[in-house]
Structures are given as structure tokens and as C-alpha cells.
């Protein structure tokens, strides 16, 4: 059941095929409204893409997801609209030459330019300043970012933040246009554990309120809603199934286990195997349509 505020989000065999393999498959999910979900793997397991797709900005290639009821791939204009963009690295980083008031100026500019009513375009300056102030205030406190802790204020150049600082200054940007579906990249990533918990603590605090959250990271907590990825993941189910080849008799003597891998051998299939993962991953990134 969906709700005005958040977006129930379901997928049924959703995948991923990308020129070099798949780099998500059969990935099932049914979140309520106001969820807060994780994307868990390791990076280069396609966590990014199946972020990207759920929410709109990267087309699937085999079964389904419905997002506030609108199913994916077929309706991703419609998901797009409901569905807003936290840090995602070469889809939506912020701008390092501006400062933070002005980021979020243009990002309020841009959220009624493109998303909001075309009569809001229409009203006297003034009541569109104090709406845009109301908005960024709103947003800001959601985030929990305070200008006034930030060295010089609003006027803190975007590149002196910290890492926790730019997370929260992204999820305002992203919660100007009040959306059903907030998604991020990389949650954890150059976190301490500390601040680790205050993101989680961020991320439950928006979902509390109503918005459906969607978070990429290498390792949710436990009270979450967790989708993993994964090489193991990726591989086609036919593989699986494929019949195993009849065992040659064993010969005599040392060469009785010379068709056993050796440790090292292992280990580069392995790594050989990773590395064609996290490059399906990145050309799948690269190719693929996004908003």
C-alpha cells in the first residue's frame, strides 16, 4: 500500500545485464512506505546500478520494480519524479567552487525551474523568496546540517566541508522538492564509526517522518531493510545448474590429483572474477541511460 508521503518500493526478479555481464540479477524487495532500506556489497558489486535503477536513472534489463506504483523499467520518467538523488558520485556531486549558500540556492532554483507547479514560476519575487527560504530552512533542519556550526557559515566554501557535513548538505538539496524516495550512494564511506551512527541516525529520522530512504553502504545495521550484492548475486542461475562434467579416473602415482587447483590458481580466478564484476559494474554506469 502506497502513502502521499513515502513510496512503497517492490521488485521481482530485477536485473542488470551490462556488455561484460550481469552486474545485478534476481533481485526481490517489498517495502512499505517510509522504509528504510540498504543496498549492502562491496564496492564494484553493482550496488550503485541497482540504485540507479530503482529510482529512476538507469534502465533494468530483465523483470520488475515498482516504485509508488509506477513499474520499472516502463514508467522511469514517472519514478524519477518521486524519487530524489543524495550524493552519487559522476550522477550529482556537489559543485566545490560554490559555498554552501549558494548550493543550496541553486539547487532550490533548479527544483522549482524543473520540478515544482509552473504557477510558482508566476508569483511576485518576494513571496517566492520567502518560500524558497521556508523550503531550504525546512530541508536543512531535516538534514540536520546547521549553517551557524560551519567555519564561515553559509558562507563555508563546499570543498572545506567534512564528509559527514557534505552527506547532510546533499539529503537538503535532495529534500527541497519533498520527495517520496530519497536515495544515496555510499553512505559509509570515510565515515568513523561515530559518524557512521549519526548518518544512520539522520536516515531513520527522514524515514520516521515518511520518506522511503534507500542507502548504499558496505555494512547496515541491523534494524534495516537489506538488499546485498555480490558476485554471487550476478551470476546467471543457469550457471548454477549446469551438470557437473563426469570425473576423469584417477591415475596412479603423483599425478592422481593433477586436476585440483592449486591456492594460487584460485586466487586469480577470484580476482579475475571480481575484476570482471566491478567492470560490468562500471560500464553498465557508463552506458546506460541516466537523468
Known sequence: MDSPHGAAVKAESFGLKGPRGWVFRGVRLDAEPGSLIAVEGPSGSGRTCLLL????????TEGHAEVAGHRLPRHMTAVR???????????????????????????????????GPVRALLR????????????????????GLDLATLPKGPR???????RLEAVRLSV??????????????????????????????????IAAAGTTVLAVC????????????????????????????AAKPA?????????????ETEETEETEETEDTTKGADDALAEAGRA
Open 218 to 245: 558496505s555494512e547496515a545495521p541491523d534494524d534495516v531493510t537489506v538488499l546485498r550484492t555480490g558476485a554471487a548475486e550476478a551470476e546467471p542461475a543457469a550457471e548454477a545448474a549446469k551438470p557437473a562434467q
Open 81 to 115: 519524479r518521486v524519487a530524489a538523488l543524495g550524493p552519487v558520485t559522476g550522477v550529482n556531486e556537489l559543485d566545490q567552487s560554490l559555498t554552501v549558500a549558494e548550493q543550496l540556492r541553486e539547487g532550490a532554483l533548479l527544483q522549482r525551474r524543473y520540478e
Open 251 to 263: 591415475e596412479a602415482g603423483p599425478a592422481a590429483g593433477a586436476d585440483t587447483k592449486s591456492e
Open 124 to 143: 511576485p519575487r518576494g513571496e517566492r523568496r520567502t518560500g524558497t527560504r521556508a523550503r531550504i530552512d525546512a530541508a536543512l533542519a531535516a538534514a
Open 53 to 60: 535503477a530503482l529510482t529512476g536513472r538507469m534502465k533494468a
Open 156 to 162: 563555508t566554501s563546499v570543498r572545506d566541508l567534512e
Open 172 to 205: 537538503a538539496i535532495a529534500l527541497l522538492g519533498a520527495p517520496r524516495l530519497l536515495a544515496l550512494d555510499d553512505l559509509d564511506l570515510k565515515l568513523s564509526d561515530a559518524e557512521r551512527a549519526e548518518a544512520w541516525t539522520l536516515l531513520r529520522s
